[in-house]
């Protein structure tokens, strides 16, 4: 089963739920589709790790070929050509590399050329298997090697993936979730905490997902997200307090689940929880 | 000589626009005849490039100056192809640019700023 982590903010806890669900199951896959700063390799320290370069299709024109009919300019809608002094200028960071200019062109003066975007790495840690999605830095859209992320066969084996969404609602966490089976929100304790929520809560609405959200850094007293949660029929999966002890553990880039006992028995009981709500899920849907 | 401006309205004692190609409209306008066009930038709701969308406007016009309060790099680039040059507006009215265009106190632009590119 694939599971989603997201929220609509960066420092939720998206990374600390995913790592430490993925550290507590027997065999898990672990993809950090937070590829513009993937960081739960720095929790698994991944070995063996295999690297591969992603790249994209972005036109290149051939001014001997190119008869100015401009059919290209007029077909892109993210205007990344222009046709000026008798040439096609390609502005490639405006591209989307849907192909489509050099499918036009009857003159076939539009060729395509390979363009490194970022990387995909994958490794060993344990009974984890660390798939690391890479943007290089200047590039527009991570999307491209989301798609190469989840088009995993090694995925596909395991009975749990934990997929590590980038923070927001835009493309990229689209493209994170699109074949998620279920998805848990976690969510901070604030009204901006709510906020952020209803951001995901949204999403996944719209998306179809089974979900149910994780309350991150509890304290005692009131928690507007848990509020949210109940006024919205939202499942809560769990707590997880707002404790010194885990925090230092997770700032020294320290798996929770590998540490102490008493974090597994608590990732180990949310990973039971989401399990069967993934499972009593899929039998409602089938 | 043929020049352009990205204006708020369709009129002279409008304001210049604070973006170029996300202007609502674009002046183009003659300082010899005296002729002024005010065209509808379509570039408005692009999903992305709408800099590039209208520096290729601004080109085929055979615009020779631009008049501008900001321009990104992806225009710059389309723009010097043209041949074009991209002036600094100031803030105020399109009729109050065109005069200190004509008045030559105007000078080159020289800061352009990073695109969007419309991805996310």
Known sequence: MKIAVLSGKGGTGKTLVSVNLAA??????????????????????????????ISVKIPIADENLCNGCRKCVEFCKFNALAYINKKIIIFDEVCH???????????????????????????VSDNVTVITGILNTGEASGVPIIKSLLD??????????????PPGSACVVMESIKDADYCILVAEPTLFGV???????????????????????????????????????????????????????????????????????MFSSLLKIVAKEVEYETAINS | MKIAIPTEEKSMDSNINESFGRAPYILLYNTITKESEFLDNSAVVAQGGAGVRVAQVVADNGIKALITLRCGENAEKALSSAEVLIYKGINGTVKQNIEKFIGEELYLLDKFHEGFHGHE
Request: charged share 30%.
């Open chain 1, 24 to 53: 507590a199951s027997k065999e898990s896959v672990y993809i950090d589709c937070d590829v513009e700063e993937p960081n739960g390799h720095l929790f698994f320290k991944p070995h063996n790790v295999s690297k591969k370069n």
């Open chain 1, 152 to 165: 995993n066969e090694e995925a596909d084996k395991r009975e749990y993936v934990f997929i590590d969404c």
């Open chain 1, 97 to 123: 590399s849907c192909g489509g200019c050099s499918l036009l062109c009857p003159e076939k003066a539009i060729s395509e050329r390979e363009k490194i975007i970022g990387e995909v790495q994958t490794g």
């Open chain 1, 195 to 265: 906020h952020n929520l209803n951001i995901v809560y949204e999403l996944v609405k719209l998306f179809n997902k089974p979900f149910g959200a994780v309350l991150n850094k509890c304290l005692d007293g009131e928690n507007p997200s848990e509020k949210f949660c109940m006024e919205n029929n939202i499942k809560i999966l769990g707590k997880i307090p707002f404790d010194n002890e885990l925090g230092k553990i997770n700032s020294n880039a320290l798996i929770l689940t590998r540490e102490n006992e008493k974090y597994r028995e």
